[in-house]
């Protein structure tokens, strides 16, 4: 693309992002002042905690209790695990009788993501059916389409929203189990950063909460004509944060001591409504976020620090879309090579589906460039699965992965080669209909 398409004469702004995008021409000296200030200034936590934020919670409660809403409780039941939030707030984090909203990026860009966390799972012991459900009667959360292309809106966003979570407040009866039996779990971290500004703006605009309230009706989506609202968004990042110390003292079978791990942390995680993020002052100094290290940290690894940790993976929504090579370029030069080259990474672990997407596919653009600089880009419950003796490729699945994985692997002591004659052979039963399921198929169908 020549500098004409990228900057249009007609101040439409840079192509595809509207014209509020325009190009700052800053000479060097300049530009280099703006990225020094923002190095200084977001390496670090530095937001003002002085003055309370307002918690969204509060009203929803006042909101049941004027017969407005049904709010589906975290209860004794689910086994909740308290944790600290960033302004020192109490989140409860069901750890039992979960229903699994799955993603459509992972499931279709990273299968071993979904697996890893089922399989560790039925691993701890966890009865499906009863401890967790994963059916099908769910549909992604609709925000890569609202923030990509411009193209839903919020009444979609938030009827999407509380159709999702309606089923989940009501998926037990059909098990024989009372509405409430299983929360909901969301794997993605753009649909929990999407959820979580629909619950807010659910609640605080009674005008949304009127028009959604119309659509779920006809499609049969109320409980006694009010709409289910949960007490707490539950990323399963935060599941494996407050079962960290079982999985790694029940079920680890792997030394990864020497292994050298970075974190990214989505920004649909912990920077929209930041509020609602976990921030353990045993993790980092509770400094930022604890999702995605203290698992790695609970399983004996290097955590290695790099100076751009803060940075977005370069998804971005829009730019994957209308500015792909910006996303490609970002990644390598602000995550990978600084991965790679201050912190010689064995792997980076993410939390999202779009992060470890975008990091993971998009390596080999370095190669244009003479920047032949790769890591390999894992989930943080992928890698916790592999400590605790998961299969390589049929578990793991890292076999789906772009980037170069088998010197992680080996580097654990597990064998790349013969994982995969292993997985090769297993492939051959399952030509001739012998199948293993981590899950009984019969109860992803809804009745």
Not at 141 to 148: K, L
Not at 308 to 335: A, P, V
Not at 401 to 408: D, I, M, Q, T
Request: glycine share 8%; with cysteine; aromatic share 10%.
């Amino acid at each position: 693309m020549n500098p004409s398409e990228l900057y249009p004469s007609d101040g439409a702004g840079i192509a595809g992002h509207g014209a509020f995008f325009q190009p700052t021409n800053l000479p060097p000296e300049q530009a280099e002042a703006a990225t020094a200030w923002v190095r200084k200034h977001v390496d670090r936590r530095t937001l003002d905690l002085a003055e309370r934020m307002d918690d969204v919670r509060e009203h929803m409660w006042q909101l049941e209790k004027e017969g407005e809403i049904i709010v589906h409780r975290v209860s004794e039941a689910h086994r909740p695990v308290n944790v600290q939030l960033l302004y020192g707030w109490n989140k409860k984090i069901p750890t039992t009788q979960l229903w699994h909203h799955k993603s459509c990026g992972q499931c279709g860009n990273i299968p071993g993501y979904p697996t890893a966390l089922l399989w560790t799972m039925n691993k701890l012991g966890m009865v499906p059916g009863n401890d967790y459900l994963d059916e099908t009667d769910q549909t992604s959360c609709t925000a890569w389409n609202y923030h990509g292309s411009g193209i839903g809106n919020l009444e979609s966003l938030a009827a999407v929203f509380l159709r999702n979570f309606h089923q989940a407040y009501v998926s037990g009866r059909q098990h024989g189990h009372e509405a409430g039996h299983f929360f909901p779990l969301v794997h993605c971290g753009t649909s929990y950063g999407n959820y979580k500004e629909v619950r807010k703006y659910l609640i605080e605009s009674p005008q949304l909460r009127e028009k959604v309230k119309r659509i779920l009706a006809k499609l049969g989506r109320l409980v006694d004509g009010k709409i289910v609202i949960p007490e707490e968004i539950v990323h399963y990042s935060e599941w494996v944060h407050v079962m960290r110390n079982r999985i790694a003292s029940e079920l680890q079978t792997v030394d990864v001591s020497k292994i050298r791990v970075t974190v990214h942390t989505a920004c649909h995680y912990y920077k929209m409504v930041h509020e609602d993020a976990i921030y353990d002052p045993t993790v980092l100094g509770g400094n930022r976020t604890a999702v995605g290290t203290s698992i790695a940290e609970a399983l004996g690894a290097q955590v290695i620090d790099y100076s751009t940790w803060y940075d977005c993976c370069g998804f971005g929504f829009r730019h994957i879309i209308s500015e792909r090579e910006f996303t490609r370029s970002f990644t390598i030069d602000r995550k990978i090579k600084v991965a790679r080259v201050e912190a010689n990474a064995d792997v980076m672990l993410g939390i999202d589906t779009g992060c470890i997407t975008t990091m993971d596919k998009n390596q080999w653009i370095g190669k244009a460039h003479n920047q032949n600089y790769t890591v390999p880009i894992m989930a943080d419950i992928q890698f916790a699965a592999l400590a605790c003796g998961a299969d390589p490729f049929k578990i793991a699945q890292l076999q789906w992965h772009a980037s170069p994985c088998e010197e992680v692997v080996e580097k654990m002591g597990i064998s790349w080669d013969e994982s995969k004659r292993n997985f090769e052979a297993y492939l051959k039963e399952v030509e001739a209909g012998r199948i293993e399921y981590l899950y009984a198929p019969e109860l992803a169908i809804s009745r």
